[in-house]
Structure formats: structure tokens, C-alpha cells
């Protein structure tokens, strides 16, 4: 609370998780304090606003500014109805939200080591050394964090440089211990212990100086031994810190993404005016098409500032002359194939049900070439693009689209791939680069960019179309941020600075 003021500036940060997969609703109630009570209807309402998280992330800045409403509510006693309108005209002020990732850490380190002179374990032979990293934690005890290779029969191995998290070495506090243990690698995996040290990442930051040459000790030859100094000794020959971007980095530096949607016409869908139909336009609910799209768009929008959406079409014939196309525009503007906001695509799409002849075959690779070449034209990292497919069925152009995929997997691109109905959707899994990285001629695609999931397996059995929507959005959605990092960095683009902010009184912030 803020004493007597028309602006306030509320200087609470509210943590919040952040989900690009989920559409996160917030709502926002603005009150007058009156009285001490705790009771919050003896105050008076001041207003409110709705929007979701990504709206606030996705805006310029991660600034997003919203006009106070004040709803009536009324209780009907007959139906035992609540009902809720906007006063039009009335001014309840504006609210300003900003907001910011919390940095946690977000440095990895890269460091090469070496030992010399270590203790001899094998009796045929030398040791074959190799080290253990652990994290201290806070009741005393240690997690194993990092394992280096085996180098075999020395006793004076260097190591392999490795990465790892700065948060997995240290949970971000830099004068935590970090032990380490020195192995002698055997067959039959009883290793040999040889030694520890401890240090810590501070200490490893120093890089290569005589800090950081570490004895290792056993203290158990230690106990034993009068004379024993030490077990050999480990040295850090190099250390580098670099920090690791992260999703809503790009965001907040301006990164948009494009959505694009490409609907399945063909025959097998059935007949749009019949009810088995795929495609069947039923006047009380969505059909499996629409709430794909709407799940998948809904989220996607909030990161997409002017909200214009490509719609294309594939496997119909078109009127007038009946030419099949793979990739008609769903308005019917070859030039501007864009449709505002999701509702505009949505409306499309049944229009172009009443206009076109459902047909065949089921072709991918001229939608994805279509977007590639868009995708090809921006690859400064200042646009992402991701194409939804929704197909009823078995893909007829599996060595086109292969292609097609090897080639975008080196632009800023991902592809979505929902299957709907009864179909088996084996031969789409080979899409999908979980397992092995999608090929074609001898070429393995550059990086994993389709994720392919069959919609029944999302369907809530109790009929809930949200809930539906809700767990398909989550699946698919899952792996865009990690694909569009993965695209940065190999290109070695890094964010733009943060839009700036413009500070006003009237705000409100959240930490994210």
C-alpha cells in the first residue's frame, strides 16, 4: 500500500515461473485501502486488468501498459447466474507491468587440468587417472557434479577440456567448496582412490597461477605414513567463463516470432459437412483443426508484435479451374498471405472449407520450402520462425520433405507437426530427430527443429476441450525456446540489448 497518491509506484517484485508453453493468466484487481481491515471487500475497487505472462514478456522492453476496467456484477436469483459488463467511457487510470529474468546463475565454465607424479595403483602398468567434481551442499553433505575422462596408464595425464554450469559446480555461490576426488580407473569398476583436494569456484576463477595447484591427499596413507606429503598433485591449466543466454534474453532484446499454419485438405479428412469429418464445422464446438490451432496460436501470438499470421492450405483443389496446390493461401492473396490475429486465421480456414474441393496427396515439402525461403531472408536473429502443420494423415512426399527439413534445419526455424483422427502416424516419428537426426542423401539435418505429436493422446476423456488444448500447446510448444537457442548460438548471435524501459509512476513490477 501506498499513501495518498493517484501514481503509485509499487516497488514489490512478485517471482513468478515462466512457461513459453503454457498460457499463464494473470489477473490484476487495484484497491483503496479505507480501513485496517484484512477483509479485502471493505475497501474500495479501484479496477482491473487481465492479460498473461507472455504478453508481458513478449511486449517491447518486457513493458507492458493496460487500461483499469471497473465490471459490474449482478446475480440472477432465478438461474443463479453471474454476470459482469465494463462501464463504457469510464477512466479507471492505467496500469504499467515490467518485467525481468532473474539472472540465477546463468555462466558456464570451461577449464582443462592436469596431474603430476600421482601415485602408482595398478600392479601391471601405471594408473589409469580420472577425476570426480562434487557440490558441496548445505547440510554438510556432496553431490557428484562431473566426471572427466579416463585417461589411461600414466601417472602425469592431462585431461580434456570440459564445460559445465557454473549453478552445477556451485549452486551460484562462488566460495562454496568443491571437492575433488582422484581415481584409478578399473575394469571391473572397484576404482582406486588415490587423493582429493578441495578448492572452490572462486579460487578456480583465478585461472592458471600457483593457486591452483592442488596436492592430493589420501588421508588414509596420511594416518599411516610419518613421511607422506602427498599423493601427486592437479593443476588447472585453463579456465574461461562465458555466460549462456537464454530464451527471454532474445525476447527482451526484440526477437519475434513468426507463426505460420498449414492446414491438411485432403480427401481423407471427410467431408466437411458431415459429422464424421475431420473437418466438420459443428456450430457447439471446435473441431480437432481449429483446436490445434487456437492451442498452439494463442501462446505463440504473445511473442509476435504486429500479430499478422501466414495460413496456407495443402492437398485441395482450387477453385476455378480445380488446380491441386500444397500450398494455397488461405485468404486467397498469393501476395499477402497474412491473416490478423488468430480469430482471422481461424475464420479463413472455414471459409476456405465452403470454397475449395478436398483432394490429394498429402505433400509437406512445399509449405516447409515456403517458409524456408521467408526463414532464409531473416537470419540475423532479430526473427524466429515456426510452422504448425495439422494432417489427418500418412505424409506422401517423405523424400521431398526430408529435404526440405535437412535444409531448414540451418535456418531460424522450427516445425510443429500435430497429427488428428484415427490415423497411424509411424513413418511422421522419422520427423521427429529425438531419437536420430533426420537425413536425406547422405546429409544429417544441422540441428533437431520438428516435433511431431498425435493430438488424440492430449484429449481429455471427460470431454474438456481446454484441458485438451492446455496439455497439447504444453507438449508441443516444449522445445521451441531450446531450438531457438540452439540456432543462435550456432551462429554466434547473441541478444540485443534489452529495449529500453520507460520508467513511469503508475507501475507495477514482476520478477520473472
Known amino acids: ?12 517484485k512478485f517471482v513468478l515461473d515462466f512457461f513459453f508453453e503454457e498460457k499463464q493468466n494473470l489477473r490484476f484487481d487495484v484497491y483503496n485501502v479505507d480501513t485496517r481491515s484484512s477483509n479485502i471487500s471493505k475497501h474500495d ?9 507472455g504478453e508481458i514478456i513478449g511486449s517491447a522492453g518486457g513493458r507492458l501498459e493496460r487500461t483499469l476496467e471497473i465490471q459490474i456484477l449482478w ?3 432465478v438461474s443463479s447466474s453471474c454476470f459482469s459488463s465494463g462501464i463504457p467511457g469510464k477512466k479507471c487510470g492505467t496500469i504499467i507491468f515490467t518485467a ?4 540465477n546463475c546463468r555462466d558456464i565454465a570451461t577449464m582443462q587440468l592436469c596431474a603430476n607424479k ?8 601405471k594408473s589409469d587417472p580420472f577425476l570426480v567434481f562434487y557440490r558441496s551442499n548445505e547440510d554438510g553433505t556432496f553431490t557428484i557434479c562431473h566426471k572427466t575422462e579416463v585417461v589411461k596408464n600414466t601417472l602425469n595425464p592431462v585431461w580434456q577440456p570440459f564445460t559445465i554450469p557454473v549453478r552445477a559446480l556451485c549452486n551460484g555461490d562462488y566460495d562454496r567448496t568443491v571437492k575433488v576426488d582422484v581415481f584409478d580407473w578399473d575394469r571391473d569398476g572397484s576404482h582406486d582412490f588415490i587423493g582429493e583436494f578441495t578448492t ?14 592442488y596436492e592430493v591427499l589420501n588421508p588414509k596413507k596420511k594416518g599411516k605414513k610419518k613421511k607422506y606429503v602427498n599423493s601427486g598433485t592437479v593443476t588447472l591449466l585453463s579456465f574461461k567463463v562465458e555466460s549462456e543466454y537464454t530464451f527471454v534474453d532474445f525476447i527482451r532484446g526484440g526477437t519475434q516470432l513468426n507463426f505460420t499454419v498449414a492446414i491438411d485438405f485432403t480427401a481423407s479428412n471427410g467431408n466437411p459437412s458431415q459429422p464424421t469429418s475431420l473437418h466438420y464445422m459443428n ?7 481449429a483446436m490445434a490451432l487456437k492451442a498452439v496460436g494463442e501462446i505463440i501470438q504473445d511473442y509476435d508484435s504486429d500479430k499478422l499470421f501466414p495460413a496456407y492450405g495443402f492437398g ?6 480445380g488446380k491441386i496446390s500444397h500450398a494455397f493461401p488461405l485468404n486467397s492473396n498469393t501476395d499477402d498471405p497474412n491473416c490478423v490475429g488468430i480469430e482471422g486465421v481461424l475464420e479463413v480456414y472455414f471459409q476456405s472449407l465452403r470454397s475449395v474441393q478436398l483432394y490429394g496427396p498429402t505433400n509437406f515439402a512445399p509449405v516447409i520450402n515456403q517458409v524456408a525461403r521467408s526463414a532464409k531472408e531473416v537470419t540475423d536473429g532479430s526473427q524466429y520462425f515456426v510452422l504448425l502443420m495439422i494432417t489427418d494423415g500418412v505424409i506422401s512426399d517423405m523424400v521431398q520433405t526430408k529435404e526440405a527439413v535437412v535444409n531448414a534445419a540451418s535456418l531460424p526455424m522450427s516445425i510443429i507437426i500435430v497429427g488428428v483422427g484415427p490415423a497411424e502416424f509411424d513413418a511422421m516419428e522419422e520427423l521427429d530427430g529425438d531419437e536420430v537426426r533426420v537425413s536425406s542423401r547422405g546429409r544429417y539435418a544441422e540441428r533437431d527443429i520438428v516435433q511431431f505429436v498425435p493430438f488424440r493422446d492430449y484429449i481429455d476423456r471427460s470431454g474438456n476441450q481446454v484441458l485438451s488444448m492446455a496439455r497439447l500447446a504444453k507438449d508441443v510448444l516444449a522445445e521451441i525456446p531450446d531450438q531457438l537457442l540452439s540456432y543462435m548460438k550456432s551462429r554466434g548471435i547473441e541478444p540485443r540489448p534489452a529495449l529500453p524501459n520507460t520508467n513511469n509512476s503508475q507501475s507495477l513490477s514482476l520478477r520473472i
Open 100 to 103: 525481468e529474468e532473474l539472472s
Open 75 to 77: 446475480i440472477s436469483a
Open 118 to 125: 600421482l601415485d602408482k595403483k595398478d600392479f601391471f602398468g
Open 45 to 53: 475497487f479501484l479496477g482491473q486488468t487481465f492479460c498473461t505472462l
Open 316 to 321: 485441395a483443389k482450387l477453385p476455378p479451374d
Open 200 to 213: 572452490s569456484y572462486r579460487e578456480f576463477s583465478r585461472g592458471q597461477s600457483q593457486f591452483n595447484v
Open 283 to 289: 456450430p457447439y464446438q471446435m473441431n480437432m483443426y
Open 1 to 12: 500500500m501506498i499513501d495518498n497518491t493517484l501514481n503509485p509506484d509499487f516497488v514489490r
